[in-house]
């Protein structure tokens, strides 16, 4: 059984730092995309941070390009977000994703997932 639970958000004033944590059990993940979603109050949930993990590569939104850094910890089975220079628009709530499916619509697309976390809360203050 796929399950994901998120931790680490919090308050934090604008320009501080955060990391959020993704515990990840009920497969390998050794071959997936894997990514972190933001959904600011009333708005879409939208891809901001991807990793594809048999190549370990990356990708970004523009809007965190720079800010923010996706990873995974093999050993913790951990997937995580460090978030800098935190804006009052990446006020929210984040949610970490999985692909185990065959469907795919792109790194940061919604629809590429099909499994996700509860989600953690961060409330940036200017």
């Known amino acids: 059984l796929v399950q994901l639970v998120e931790s680490g958000g919090g308050p934090v004033q604008t320009g501080g730092s955060l990391t959020l944590s993704c515990r990840t059990s009920?497969?390998?993940?050794?071959?997936?995309?894997m990514a972190w979603f933001h959904q600011a109050p009333g708005k879409e949930r939208e891809g901001v941070a991807a990793l594809l993990t048999s190549y370990k590569r990356t990708y970004y939104a523009d809007s965190v390009k720079g800010r923010f850094t996706i990873s995974r910890d093999v050993a913790a089975s951990t997937l995580n977000l460090q978030m800098n220079s935190l804006k009052p628009e990446d006020n929210g709530t984040y949610y970490c994703?999985?692909?185990?499916?065959?469907?795919?619509?792109?790194?940061?697309?919604?629809?590429?997932?099909?499994?996700w976390g509860q989600g953690t809360q961060v409330t940036v203050s200017s």
């Open positions: 009920g497969h390998s993940y050794d071959n997936n995309y």
């Open positions: 994703a999985v692909k185990i499916g065959d469907q795919f619509s792109g790194p940061l697309n919604i629809r590429t997932y099909d499994f």
